[in-house]
């Protein structure tokens, strides 16, 4: 059986650790690979690495650090088809999907690319007189990042990246049900430049994380995943003294006025909740709206489900065996708390696919507030109908919910839009939008309990997140002969 390792210091390390994970092929259900757990000394030897790579790297002008990371983009552009299949083959979902994913990562690295012109700090001139005043950021040492198992490129992408470029060095510990992409990326990154010890790759779980949490060497933690993991991220790092951002899970609405285009509506919220299998923390799991239904269920029927291979397939089977059990309870809980199942894909069958871990599009009409069905994060293709009696009750039913992730609008009418976007608790809002992921150099986050933690992932926000500020104020040189004062300098 292939067993993953990581990729530490520039090359393979072995784990001291004999404990493994089984990797699946989530289409066949076979098992491909098995993945090496480390242990909290593998973890330890690994930021000791990157601590000692931090001195060379933090050092290098950031514009040989940028010359590398361009190397590092043409290397994913040229590597793409293999990346997409790894992501394919381990996660589940479907091939131009996997590719528009990479995409999405790559754009931050393009965005990293710029790190010369990001770092560049302010100055002021005369703050007192001959007084001058700057501020320059400057990285925080060994950074770490963990991650989910639904977007196993881009996601580790929103952060070493960036991280890198402000100077810091890098420890991913990436989701253990898809890790191969990861270890991918780190050779990669090798081959374009990059010294080792700079960004590590670490496969584990529980253990690899907790041990993580305590080094004392580790700066930052950027964390993404289920929001009961987020909290425990969250405390725990702030309790160790580190800087933490930690997203977390997602309930996303979808309101669908009258006055809109009902066909753009349901081809949007299509791809929207069932693209990735609804395995996507932007994916639109609940629909506002009063004559959805009929023009959805059609389209939810006809979902071709099929293996991410297959260039003809628009759904893919969910991750592990597990999470389609998880799933299936879901739609099982749904019929018993009495929402009415338009849809039902729990029965689909493949042929050739018999074992893979598949479930149809699932429809659900009638879903009421207080359903775990509507409560709750299920994270698989299926999408409740909740119906309301105007704009005022749909912008409530959003703003009572725990999750502030994303939300998207429909309507012709700008006032509704635009009031929309003003009064709703939610990071990332569409209008007539379906997924309205920021690009790299706006910032990716949520409200609510969908991120813990003050700064949001990639852009500006990213930066700021992977440096300190430090402000320096100067007298030079005449100042130095003058008398003891005791007045602050700008009061001259
Ligand atoms: P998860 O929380 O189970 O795992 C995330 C990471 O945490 C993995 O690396 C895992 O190994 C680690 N982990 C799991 N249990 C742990 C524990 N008890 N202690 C310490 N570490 C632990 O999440 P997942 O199932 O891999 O991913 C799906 C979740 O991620 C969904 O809730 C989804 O909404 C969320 N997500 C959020 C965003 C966002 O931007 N807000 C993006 C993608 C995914």
Redesign the pocket.
């Known amino acids: 059986m292939n067993l993953i390792q990581h990729f530490v210091n520039g090359k393979v390390f072995k784990s001291s650790s004999k404990r493994t994970s089984r990797v699946f092929n989530p289409a066949t259900g076979e098992q491909t690979s098995e993945v090496s757990l480390a242990s909290k000394d593998d973890v330890d030897a690994v930021v000791q690495k990157a601590k000692e790579a931090f001195i060379d790297w933090s050092n290098k002008p950031p514009i040989q650090r940028a010359r590398v990371i361009f190397k590092f983009k043409e290397l994913i552009e040229k590597n793409s088809d293999e990346l997409t299949k790894l992501i394919v083959s381990e996660h589940g979902k479907v091939y131009e999907d996997a590719k528009g994913s990479l995409t999405r990562g790559l754009e931050v690295v393009e965005f990293a690319c710029g790190i010369p012109n990001l770092l560049k700090g302010e100055f002021t001139e005369n703050v007192g007189t001959d007084v001058d005043s700057w501020s320059i950021r400057q990285p925080l040492g060994v950074c770490a990042g963990?991650?989910?198992?639904?977007?196993p490129a881009m996601?580790p992408m929103w952060m070493f990246p960036i991280s890198i470029a402000c100077g810091n060095t890098f420890v991913l510990?990436?989701?253990?049900?898809d890790p191969s992409c990861s270890i991918k990326l780190a050779q990669l990154f090798k081959e374009a430049g990059l010294p080792d010890g700079v960004f590590n790759v670490v496969n584990?779980?529980?253990e690899?994380?907790?041990a993580l949490l305590t080094n004392k060497d580790v700066a930052a933690i950027s964390?993404?995943?289920?929001?009961?993991?987020?909290k425990?991220?969250y405390e725990n790092a702030a309790k160790n003294e580190k800087r933490v951002q930690a997203?977390?899970?997602?309930k996303n609405h979808c309101v669908v006025m009258p006055d809109c285009d009902l066909d753009q509506a349901v081809n949007g919220l299509m791809g929207a909740a069932y693209g990735s299998a609804g395995?996507?923390?932007?994916a639109q799991s609940v629909a506002v709206g009063d004559q959805l239904v009929n023009k959805l269920s059609k389209k939810v029927e006809a979902l071709k489900v099929g293996p991410g291979s297959d260039k003809s397939s628009e759904m893919g089977p969910l991750?592990t065996k597990e999470?389609l059990e998880k799933v299936k309870g879901y739609v099982d809980l749904g019929v018993k708390e009495g929402a009415k199942l338009v849809v039902d894909g729990r029965n689909i069958k493949l042929q050739g696919f018999e074992k893979g871990f598949f479930i149809g599009g699932c429809l659900f009409d009638h879903v009421e507030k207080n359903m775990k069905i509507y409560k709750e994060?299920i994270?698989g293709p299926v999408l409740s109908v909740v119906r309301v009696k105007d704009f005022k009750s749909a912008l409530n039913l959003v703003n009572d919910h725990e999750f502030g992730?994303g939300t998207s609008i429909y309507t012709r009418d700008g006032d509704v839009g635009r009031t929309f976007a003003s009064k709703i608790k939610i990071g990332m809002v569409g209008i007539n939008i379906p997924i309205p992921v920021p690009v790299a150099f706006h910032s990716?986050?949520?409200w609510k309990r969908?991120?813990f933690g003050d700064q949001h992932?990639h852009g500006n926000e990213g930066v700021r997140f992977y440096t300190k500020l430090k402000t320096i104020t100067s007298r030079w040189p005449s100042g130095i002969r003058l008398d003891p004062e005791f007045v602050m300098p700008t009061m001259k």
């Open positions: 963990i991650t989910p198992f639904n977007f996601v510990k990436p989701s253990e049900k584990g779980d529980k690899a994380v907790d964390f993404v995943g289920s929001t009961p993991i987020a425990y991220i997203l977390g899970g997602a395995e996507r923390c932007m991750v999470h994060e994270f992730n990716f986050g949520g969908s991120l992932m």
